[in-house]
């Protein structure tokens, strides 16, 4: 496979929001992912079954295919809908949920059984 001619920094330069690169390592499968994308929008992942030497590189070539413009657009909308704020369930909300959802029993007639 040929070098990525881009740097890293001009490939970040068209993320509007922030990047975040997370490279996680599972000891017992022997197995490196790296994943890269905006938090609240689903990443680009790559499994490796050895350490990559270069992990600048690794990213580069990972990068093109998350596709930053497209991936800016979802998180705007996403923003937008959200007013701008990350929306969480009250604490009293889950507890009125969980009193609705109590089983109920049911008697049938004898003559139906």
């Given at each position: 496979m ?6 890293l ?27 890269v ?8 992942i ?5 350490m ?12 093109p ?8 657009s ?18 009293e ?12 029993k ?5 003559s139906?059984?």
């Amino acid at each position: 496979m040929s070098e990525p001619t881009s740097t890293l920094a001009d490939l970040i330069k068209e993320c509007k929001h922030p990047l975040k690169v997370s490279f996680i390592f599972a000891p017992l499968e022997q197995i490196f992912t790296l994943a890269v994308g905006y938090e609240g929008v689903f990443p680009t992942i790559a499994r490796y079954d050895k350490m990559p030497e270069d992990l600048n590189l690794a990213v580069l070539r990972l990068l093109p295919e998350f596709d930053v413009k497209v991936k800016n657009s979802q998180v705007t909308k996403q923003n937008l809908k959200d007013n701008g704020k990350r929306k969480v369930k009250s604490i009293e909300l889950e507890k009125t949920i969980k009193s609705n959802n109590k089983t109920k029993k049911v008697k049938f007639a004898k003559s139906l059984i």
